[in-house]
């Protein structure tokens, strides 16, 4: 897996597929090799980047703070690197955020949006939202990753036969360093592009899971501030779609993506 200097800090990424770029960002805790269920399929029609955000999976881990707008330039300065001038974006979670804030950036370079149970605002402003970002915190403060990866997974997949699924997200979000975690955590909270992703003009595909953490409510209000968004709920899916939800997610955004 390569590797590249971008913004003072190691990052690296996977490449593989030919065709149209396809930037595909991962969610917290987790990496680029988020994306084993899709990469076989989506590299038949297009050119994969798969990065490891700035302190997650093998890139450098240097203090924080983070910051959303740090993730999206960190991943351009990538792009600039790799020669690729633009790009279909495709986020999951932690991921979503990322994307939108690199289609702010940067509009033009921008081809096709996929969204993937993430929001525009990471404000913690309803119970729920400021329940989510506090309890995480929390049980990484009082019972450390691993124990606390633990507890995600069993939410994230509950029933038996997900099990080496629930073991994945162990593995992967136990094995983080607690700092660069809770780092990650603190530069979603509190982030939002919901006052400017009105000037969003390329094509938007949302997946949203309908037990995800967040509302389905809240996400398809979201979906209407975009100019061209198209909203798509994925039915008896939790947070983790891309892993159980594989086929249908994988035909979603295949369609969307190619789609003349």
Known sequence: MPATQVNGTSIHYDREGRGPPLLMIHGLGSSGDDWAFQREEFARQFTLIMPDLRGSGRSAKPPGPYSIVQFAADLWALLDALG?????????????????????????????????????????????????????VALVHLLGLRRTARLI??????????????????DVVGANPKAAYLSTIHALVGWSALERIRSIACPVLILAAEFDYTSLAEKRAEAAHFPHAEFVVIEDSRHGTPFDATEEFNARVLEFLTCV
């Open 84 to 136: 690729i001038e633009s790009a279909n974006l495709l986020g999951f979670s932690l991921g979503g955020a990322v994307a939108q804030e690199m289609a702010l950036a940067r509009p033009a370079r921008v081809q096709r949006l996929v969204l993937c149970n993430a929001l525009a605002n990471y404000r913690t402003d309803t119970p729920r939202k400021w329940l989510e970002a506090r309890m995480q």
């Open 153 to 170: 997974a069993n939410r994230l997949f509950p029933h038996e036969h997900q099990a080496p699924k629930r073991q994945r997200v162990i």
